[in-house]
Each structure stands twice: as C-alpha cells, then as structure tokens.
C-alpha cells in the first residue's frame, strides 16, 4: 500500500550508506514488503528506520530487525495520526473557517489552509528527526507531545465553535431563519443548551464526526418539520 512511497523516501538513505549495488539492492527490496500507516506519522518510522540503517551499516548492529520495528509502529502510530489529524485538527481547522467567512472574512479557506498545513508539516519534519534520535521509541514520544491530550482539547475547542456557528446560523442569512416566533437572545440559548449537550455526549465517548453528522440530521428534520426554512 505505502511501501513504494516508503522505499522512494529511504532510497538515499540506503545509497549512501550502501555502496555495494547487491547490498543496497537487497535493502532496498527489504522496503517493498507491505507498510501502511497514517500518512503523516510515516515520516516518524522513516527516521527510525534510517537509524537502523545506518547502525547496521556501520556495524552498531548486529542484528537485522527493521521489518519488526516496521510492524510494530505502524498500526499504533495509524491509530494514532488519524485520531489526531482526520479526527480532531481537520475537523477544527474547518469549523474555524467556516466560523470567519459567516462573519464576512473571505480569508477563511486561507486560514484553514495555513492552519491545517502548519501543523502537519511542522509535525511531519519534526517527526523525521523524532524517529532518527529515539531510534523509534513511540512510548517517549506520545510522553513528550501528549499528542492525545491535544487532540482532546482540539475536539472540545471544535465543538464550542459549531456551537457559535449554530448560534450565528438565524441571523446570518435570510435563506435559514426560524420560522416560530422568538427572540434572538431564546435562539441563542437553545443552541447553547444544544452545544452543552454536543460536549457532555463527546466526554462520554462520543465521536466528534458522528456527532456533527447527528446535528446536521437534527437541522434537516427540523426544516423538514417546517421549523427552519
């Protein structure tokens, strides 16, 4: 799935650390076993590859385990990036910018972009170098970044933005207005109990995907229902 791309990344690597064409022919077979992780955290394995590479090249080690230490953080560090970065930062960076257009920023997608990709990128270099020094010791990294801590607090931040955006909805456009009689002030606090109830459903499990795809189901039946339009 991933090898050919993970085989292209090493390729210099392995060029320079093996001159004999058979040697290096070999390793770089090695590499097109099967890999697949979360795209973003390849760039962790990678570094701690190279630095096994490197340390049997120069005959620190004696041993040959990287399809082992392939294995054995590919599926964690899967697990990991996509809560991370599809569950938890993709999500923030889109209610974010949606939140700057509904209040006349045309600069949102911008800010999405810049935001989104700061992250990943910085991460994905970081990681490199990460994977190279700790030589792929992922317990010292998920210590040293709290990286699940962060994805938490990004998935709380996420959704008390929808829940200002929700708030912003009925004065917003003449295209989705309420059609039953009441103060902007009792929509407001609606949409606040409803954003209570968003946070209170996600700190007992709840996903933060599901529960944004459960509120826009929630819109839809209520201008179903004839009480949006």
């Avoid at 993970?6 to 077979?29: G, N, V």
């Avoid at 209610?95 to 006349?104: K, P």
């Avoid at 972009?113 to 992922?138: E, I, K, P």
């Amino acid at each position: 799935m991933q090898s050919i791309g993970f085989a292209y990344a090493i390729e210099p690597a392995l060029r320079k650390l093996y001159p004999d064409p058979a040697e290096y022919e070999s390793r770089i077979r090695l590499h097109l076993e099967y890999f697949n992780t979360q795209p973003f955290f390849a760039s962790y394995i990678l570094g701690a590859v190279i630095r096994m590479e490197e340390d049997r090249a120069m005959g620190r080690n004696a041993g040959d385990d990287v399809p082992g230490l392939k294995a054995a953080l590919m599926a964690p560090l899967g697990a990991l990036g996509d809560s991370f970065f599809w569950g938890a930062l993709k999500p923030l960076a889109a209610v974010v910018a949606v939140a700057l257009l509904m209040t006349g920023s045309w600069w949102g997608p911008l800010a999405f972009l810049v935001f989104y990709n700061t992250w990943h990128v910085g991460l994905r270099v970081g990681m490199l170098f990460w994977g190279y020094q700790s030589g792929g010791d992922a317990v010292a990294l998920m210590t040293r970044h709290s990286l699940m801590k962060t994805a938490k607090r990004f998935k709380l931040i996420t959704l008390t933005v929808l829940g200002g955006i929700i708030g912003m909805v009925p004065g917003w456009s003449p295209e989705f207005q309420p059609m039953v009689s009441g103060s902007f002030l009792l929509m407001a606090l609606f949409w606040l109990a409803v954003t209570t109830a968003l946070v209170a459903i996600f700190r007992r499990g709840g996903s933060p995907i599901q529960l944004m795809l459960g509120l826009a189901a929630f819109c839809l039946a209520l201008a179903y229902a004839g009480v949006i339009e």
